[in-house]
């Protein structure tokens, strides 16, 4: 089936750490994102990718860091310098050129992400 | 400024009525996108129902609708015949203008139906 795997869905670090989570998808979309969600709060965009090698910059980039190797997946590294790093993190994904009600996201499961 | 707010943190409804969810948006780009999803407990985020900003007729999938009023920079989510299984959290978000893939959320509502 097609669809964005995230792993793993719970993940627990310990202070100082650096982390990577999971994101793939087979869909064949151009552009993946990651967002985070604290507790009772929308999504908030980390970073977002619309083409292999490169990747801009969300609204709460300090912290993190992504890479684009290949299409299908999208990285995302949680470092020791994010202060408060505790939240859910969603992975999306939505291919170009399209107009309408296809041109959504689609997300994965996510990943809760608990620092020790 | 927000980009998109939702006013109600959290909503009630019984089983079987309709609801209004609100969300405003703000934007100076004459094409952009108008998306609501539902988020249920399990963290899932499943798309609803889109709107684009040419749109001419209020966007309808199922009992989801959307009260598009372009004017006044609203998009409310109606839900007609409440289930049960409609109770998760609702987020409105917006993506700006043909071309750019970058997508502005709201921070919820919280919708409860009561049996």
């Known amino acids: 089936d097609g669809g964005i795997t995230q792993s793993p869905k719970y993940l627990f670090r310990k202070e100082g750490q650096n982390v990577t989570l999971s994101c793939e998808q087979n869909l064949n979309h151009d552009a993946m994102y990651w967002y985070r969600q604290d507790p009772g709060q929308g999504l908030r965009l980390i970073y977002y990718?619309?083409?292999?090698?490169?990747?801009q910059k969300g609204d709460i980039a300090e912290g993190y860091s992504v890479s684009r190797e290949k299409k299908e997946s999208f990285p995302l590294t949680v470092t020791s310098a994010q202060k408060n790093p505790t939240a859910f993190y969603l992975c999306?994904?939505?291919?170009?050129?399209?107009?309408?009600?296809?041109?959504?996201?689609?997300f994965g499961p996510g990943t809760r992400l608990t620092v020790l | 400024a927000q980009k998109i707010t939702q006013t109600q943190p959290g909503m009630f409804v019984q089983e079987k009525e309709a609801v209004t969810l609100d969300c405003t948006y703000d934007t100076s780009d004459p094409s952009y996108g108008l998306f609501w999803y539902k988020q249920p407990s399990s963290g899932e985020m499943i798309f609803l129902i889109y709107q684009g900003s040419y749109d001419q007729q209020n966007a309808t999938e199922g009992r989801y609708s959307l009260n598009f009023q372009k004017a006044r920079k609203s998009a409310n989510l109606v839900i007609s015949a409440s289930q049960l299984g409609d109770s998760a959290m609702y987020f409105c978000a917006m993506r700006e203008g043909p071309g750019i893939n970058k997508f502005y959320f709201g921070s919820g509502t919280k919708l409860n139906v009561k049996p």
């Open positions: 999306a994904s939505k291919t170009l050129g399209t107009s309408g009600s296809t041109d959504t996201q689609y």
């Open positions: 990718s619309q083409i292999v090698n490169d990747f």
